[in-house]
Nanobody, 120 residues
């Protein structure tokens, strides 16, 4: 049984910053791929950032240069530092963990989601 507990969402003005955290517990190993998706109303869920078990990071074009994903393997925690936030970043953000070290296909585990709202 794997549980993902997210925190750090909220309301922020455009240009501001937020840091999301996702703590994984249960049968999750430090080598698992981890990442963040987001879903805005009426839109498909999209992969925003990911980090493989080997530490390879990837970002959606829309957030490159503004968002940074990191992980603390000792704590089984993944973070998403979001800077220079824009109203279009508003969405529910979901933590995701893949079954293996590579980030490929559908994640095996999902968090409950945390709302991020960026006001203009």
């Amino acid at each position: 049984q794997v549980q993902l507990v997210e925190s750090g969402g909220g309301l922020v003005q455009a240009g501001g910053s937020l840091r999301l955290s996702c703590a994984a517990s249960g049968s999750v190993f430090s080598a698992n791929g981890m990442g963040w998706y987001r879903q805005a109303p009426g839109k498909q869920r999209e992969l925003v950032a990911s980090v493989s078990g080997a530490g390879t990071r990837r970002y959606a074009d829309s957030v490159k240069g503004r968002f940074t994903i990191s992980r603390d393997n000792a704590k089984n925690t993944v973070y998403l530092q979001m800077n220079s936030l824009k109203p279009e970043d508003s969405a529910v953000y979901y933590c995701a963990v893949w079954r293996y070290d590579v980030v490929f296909g559908t994640p095996a585990y999902w968090g409950q989601g945390t709302q991020v709202t960026v006001s203009s």
